[in-house]
């Protein structure tokens, strides 16, 4: 079996509680650096997780003889360069998501990746999640009969960091560096998940606005879209709305029933049909990659076919853009 030797650009918030961990979980895997622009960052996260080198320079990390697989887990407008920079090495590519601030930069992604045969690998880790794979599998088994409208419901308040200092915003309210406000960030595994359902969206357009005046990025978001099997949908987005309409569900509308469900808080999924109503708890692993990252491993040994691709990731980027009107 050949030994993965993992080095990660950017050790954040993700890589300590999402992804870092599970990376040395499977087998035949291991982390072997990680890089930060911050010296201290770096330095830190190599100590806590035993990792034997750091850097403050990504090429460097890169160039290391003794890493064969990169992790690229900084904000989207660096996706891009750091992908390319590893797939020109030779060294397949695991990337946050989205994969990109944008539909060109992942065609870029894609067009080196087919020159170079290096393979570039998506963190839409929901995909594999026991949680969303039971959603999905409720709909073949036809537990809704046909699907007939799908529908996105999406709403949180204002957090304090969002408006406390103007002048320092998180990144992911950047849209030089996120691509968007948090629509860029949170829609991404909502329709990354639709699309693995239901196929490709070919049609989709949105309308935009800024009703909170907290930032300069959408905060408000309404979009429609349809898939290539004919299957409409909907999807209502809400970043500064009140506590009490907070909500995080899809619906799946059948003609014989319906299918309702989270995607961040994982709150059992509502099966409705004509013998009544069902409440389905699943439980997902610890570390929510693990699944993904372990068939990233997988395929890169020859065991495996992973098929969460930068390809595949791609179409999620089009619908975003076409929704925020930048296409």
Known sequence: ????????????????????????????????????????????YAERHGVARWYTDAQELIDDADVNAVYVATPPSSHATFAIMAMKAGKPVYVEKP????????????????????PCFVAYYRRYLPYFMRVKELVEQGCIGNVVNVQIRFSWPPRQLDYAHPENLPWRLQPDIAGGGYFYDMAPHQIDLLQNMFGVILEARGICANRGHLYSAEDSVSAVFQFENGLPGSGSWSFVGHESAREDRILLIGQQGSL????????????????????????????????????????????????????????????????????
């Open 1 to 44: 079996m050949k030994k993965l030797k993992w080095g990660f650009i950017g050790c954040g918030e993700v890589c300590e509680l999402k992804s870092g961990p599970a990376f040395a979980e499977v087998e035949g895997s291991e982390v072997v650096a990680v890089m930060s622009r911050t010296e201290q960052k770096a330095r830190l």
């Open 99 to 118: 994969l990109a601030a944008s539909y060109e930069d992942c065609a870029r992604i894609n067009r080196i990746s087919e020159q170079t045969g290096i």
């Open 260 to 327: 309702s469900f989270s995607v961040f808080n994982y709150a059992p999924i509502v099966l409705h049909t004509s013998e009544g109503t069902q409440h389905i708890e699943i439980e997902n692993p610890q570390y929510v990659q693990y699944p993904l990252i372990k068939k990233v491993c997988e395929h890169l040994q020859g065991l495996s076919i992973c098929t969460c691709t930068s390809v595949s990731a791609t179409p999620v980027n089009w619908v975003m853009d076409r929704i925020l009107g930048k296409l």
